[in-house]
């Protein structure tokens, strides 16, 4: 009996186990749980920055400011933090608002107006905004469009659509049942 305690388990001789993990993209609600329970505090801190005591005034003032820098800068690369300091300092116009908060906000502009250019633009007919469901939502954010939207991309859209060449397919569901009913199509 002394000799079965006395056995000792033999080493498997397999090599140790290596695994390779491969990023992949999070879906929209494994992004929302990686923020709420990694990067709580990192979440408040873009929130208050970017949403808590901005009105409607502060984001005139901020558009202001945003179209002084695009008529002296010629361009519409996103401006950087260093950029919008210096553009601060010349201005009082956002003065609740330091530079850090005036880039967060900036920076969700930014990214709403090119949502806009990408997903709204192409959908909708600018001389009948008020006809459509996408239309009514552009006049709604108007306020939020940043001078090189509505500079360049609002007139490329209204020259598209006063100038295109295409037919319009007009279908009328009343005459196409009465013709089918007659038996003539």
Request: proline share 5%; charged share 30%.
């Amino acid at each position: 009996a002394a000799d079965i305690l006395a056995l000792r388990p033999e080493d498997p001789g397999q090599p140790p186990l290596s695994v390779t993990a491969r990023p992949v993209a999070l879906r929209p609600e494994g992004k929302r749980r990686l923020v709420e329970e990694h990067l709580s505090e990192a979440w408040a801190e873009f929130q208050r920055l970017g949403f808590e005591r901005w009105n409607q005034d502060d984001d005139e003032a901020l558009m202001q400011l945003l179209q002084r820098a695009a008529e002296g800068n010629n361009s519409s690369q996103t401006l950087k933090l260093s950029e919008l300091l210096a553009l601060l300092s010349e201005s009082e116009a956002l003065g609740k608002h330091d530079a850090r908060g005036v880039h967060v906000r900036y920076s969700l502009l930014k990214a709403l107006n090119s949502l806009v250019t990408a997903d709204v633009l192409p959908f909708v007919d600018m001389q009948q905004l008020r006809e459509s469901p996408l239309g009514r939502l552009l006049l709604g954010c108007r306020q939020f469009l940043l001078p090189e939207l509505r500079d360049s991309a609002l007139r490329e859209a209204v020259a598209r659509a006063t100038t295109s060449t295409e037919e319009a397919l007009h279908l009328d569901r009343g005459t196409a049942y009465t013709c089918r009913e007659a038996g003539r199509c």
